[in-house]
């Protein structure tokens, strides 16, 4: 089922609204990147810190929503992901992933932007946002978008006890498992504490968890990465010549067997949206929070995050996996293949910089996804009591996650993932008209 939901049909879809409304746009979405950027590094004129909003509420400012979201999104597959990526389609498969972010940054911008000028408050002064909250207020078809959104609001709750939390957990326990030598139960007692630390604070609690978290982590892993790269610098070269010709399938993949074109394709456009959920909707939920005076500001901050994920985090991935040249026989995949790859150069500190990775990668994404679970469950149930309930719920998930086997929840994960793109694509589509009239007069203000 799993296989069939994410086949070429849907990687086209993906593929095809991004680069609709890359074009509708005017490719605004590419030429506000930078901009944007610059604005969140200097964070002086911009309203990036929510600190000249006319009307506030119990959100938090836009760069703390992109951390967020950051979290959420980067985890395993921007290690694992991108290793397997490479171990199946050859490292041909990064320039399909790199393509397949920025096509996807036009629809993260879209159904951000959107999830922001949709979005409603709850009881408590809360902002309540996302997919399923656009397709109800927006759709001109009242009944159809309360079913669609209700449908996207399921999906989004069976998603987050499977990818944004028992995956994870297990991926942090397998890793510690293995370097460390420590007893899964051990870690799973750990992390269940230490998520519901962050998790019972709120939405401002993980967002102060992910403004710490999200740098250190990025930081740390981009500069291990960097000095293997550096130090397999003649492999280098005769990597990015593998990474592009192999894109074509031009080039026989790894152990010398050739790759078809479809699968070298398929394996980067697939890791790729699995990398920074571009089309899921999931980070419109996150966005939906922000202090904000604009939907389409908010919008280019939150398509950041694709960005950042999937141009830097997995690049450095897979061009230390194509400078270490190991990937040619075959014989690692996964975690084993980035893990020797960063031997390659810094011996076992290496293998440590990776562990480390996978644990803060994928712990981060547990916080994130909570959140994003729990607003898709308020969305359907309405009353605050069983939010409180559902993080109680997620924080004891986090444990079964760590010592339990992840193949089944990968699969039940895909297909939740699925069957939330579909609605929150069905609503990007419908309202794109008046995301171009909005993004127009912005854009002749700024």
């Known amino acids: 089922m799993a296989q069939f939901l994410w086949g070429p049909p849907t990687l086209i879809l993906l593929m095809g609204v991004g680069l609709y409304l890359n074009v509708s746009l005017k ?4 030429r ?6 610059r604005g969140l590094v200097k964070r002086n004129e911009n309203d990036y810190t929510a600190d000249k909003v006319k009307e506030k509420g119990k959100g938090v400012s836009p760069l703390a929503v992109l951390l967020t979201s950051l979290a959420s999104c980067i985890g395993t597959g921007n290690v694992v992901g991108v290793a397997v990526a490479i171990s199946i389609g050859g490292p041909g498969a990064l320039v399909w992933m790199w393509l397949s972010a920025l096509v996807g940054m036009a629809t993260q911008f879209a159904e951000c932007a959107l999830a922001v000028k949709y979005r409603e408050k709850n009881s408590a002064g809360e902002y309540c946002g996302g997919p399923m909250y656009t397709l109800k207020n927006g759709l001109k078809n009242k009944k ?9 609001a399921v999906c989004t709750v069976a998603a987050s006890f499977g990818i944004g939390n028992m995956v ?5 326990s397998a890793a510690v498992k293995y370097s460390f030598d420590i ?35 990025a930081v740390m892993y981009i500069a291990g990465g960097a000095a293997v790269i550096i130090g397999n610098g003649a492999g280098l070269v005769s990597g990015l010549k593998d990474i592009f010709s192999m894109a074509l399938g031009i080039k026989p993949a790894a152990g010398g067997i050739g790759v078809s074109f479809l699968t070298v394709l398929g394996q980067g456009m697939s890791k790729g ?27 280019c901050v939150s398509m950041c995050a694709t960005f950042i994920d999937t141009l830097i985090v997995c690049s450095v991935t897979g061009l230390v996996i194509a400078s270490a040249g190991l990937y040619a026989d075959g014989g690692l995949s996964g975690a084993e293949l980035v893990l020797a790859s960063f031997e390659s150069v810094l011996g076992h500190f290496g293998g440590y910089i990776v562990t480390v990775g996978i644990i803060l990668f994928a712990y981060a994404s547990i916080p994130g996804w909570e959140y994003i679970g729990e607003k898709a469950l308020e969305f359907l149930v309405k009353k605050r009591i069983y939010c409180y309930i559902y993080r109680i719920v997620f924080c004891a998930a986090v444990y ?25 694509l069905i609503g990007v589509i419908a309202l794109s008209g008046e995301l171009r009239r909005d993004t127009i007069i912005y854009d002749k203000h700024t």
């Open 168 to 172: 994870q957990a297990n991926s942090i």
């Open 400 to 424: 079964a996650g760590a010592v339990l086997t992840a193949e089944k929840v990968w699969e039940l994960s895909d297909i939740a993932n699925a069957c939330m793109m579909f609605p929150n």
């Open 183 to 217: 007893d899964v139960r051990v870690t799973g007692a750990i992390m269940l504490a230490a998520s519901a630390v962050t998790i019972i604070g709120g939405i401002r609690m993980i967002a102060a968890a992910s403004g710490v978290l999200v740098p250190v982590m």
């Open 27 to 30: 490719f605004f979405p590419l």
């Open 144 to 152: 159809a978008g309360l079913m669609l959104g209700s449908l996207f």
């Open 32 to 37: 506000k990147l930078f901009p944007t950027l």
């Open 273 to 299: 949206v699995f990398s920074n959920e571009a089309g899921l909707g999931t980070t419109a939920v996150t966005a939906a929070a922000a202090e904000t005076d604009s939907h389409i500001k908010q919008g």
